[in-house]
């Protein structure tokens, strides 16, 4: 395959001096991402619009993840056990991987960035396993932004591991009363609000008008988030992530968040590309890649006018 030739990524000192990489495309397209979590903080189009949502009392200092953009969440999702909720990756300091194994790219795509992170003496005593979790984030000549993960089981002990996963993305909405979900419907859910009950979803379109927390399961590969003030669809690409997950926390929850503005919840919704309901299980030299790519289409949606399915599946 032909290496590609990589355009130069910037590093430079983020919030509270914390270390990021800036990769730039075309006139005014960026993306940003904090070695702190290998976190994704910042994602731009063409015009300098800001795609991601950050809370505006985000920390930035660790333990505490960066509350938006895109959290990595592994070697679990969601909270049971001794790992913390949603895992450790978000919280550790990622490196930059300066001699990844040949990755299969498109080789149109020159701006990226390559973060590996391995486990620490004091990770190994909370989770006994050896892996190497690499991350390719990708800015496409288009704009478009790419995250694929390559999490590698380096056990010499010939143990495998299991893990749950997810890119647990805050979008940035103008108004979640005026945002529409497409991709979901009729799909079998576990309901975070009611104690992780399976439910089916309706056959419309997801709308909000009140705190959602809900795992997707066995998802299609294509969501549509259609941002009906903007006139503008986020599409939402997933490989090996079987699950998607829907978060808005609302008034109440966002009232109780000390790092998440009270009215914030209006302008972000999370939509996750996950794998949960079935673990991924690696055995030593076994290798598991998670892809999510985002989009961003013009959407003229207004009652039923955007034809989502042909955003979908166009
Ligand atoms: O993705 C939804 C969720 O699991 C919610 O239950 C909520 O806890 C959210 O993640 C944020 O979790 P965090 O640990 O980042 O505060």
Redesign the pocket.
Known sequence: MATSSKVPVEHVKGVNGLEKVILREGRKCSVEVYLYGGHVTSWKNNNGEELLFVSSKAIFKPPK?I?GGI?ICFPQ??SHGSLE??GFARNRFWSIDTDPPPFPTNTTYKTFVDLILKPSEEDIKIWPHSYEFRLRITLGPGGDLMLISRIRNTNLDGKPFSFTF?Y?TYFSVSDISEVRVEGLETLDYLD?LEEKERFTEQGDAITFESEV?KIYLSALNKIAIIDHEKKRTFVLRKEGLPDA?V?N?WDKKAKA?ADFGDDEYKHML?V?AAAIEKPITLRPGEEWKGKQELIVVPSSYCSGQLDPQRVLFG
Do not use: T
């Open positions: 993840a509350r959290p999702f969601s909720q949603h997810a647990h975070n927390d997950v978060w926390p968040m999370c996750e």
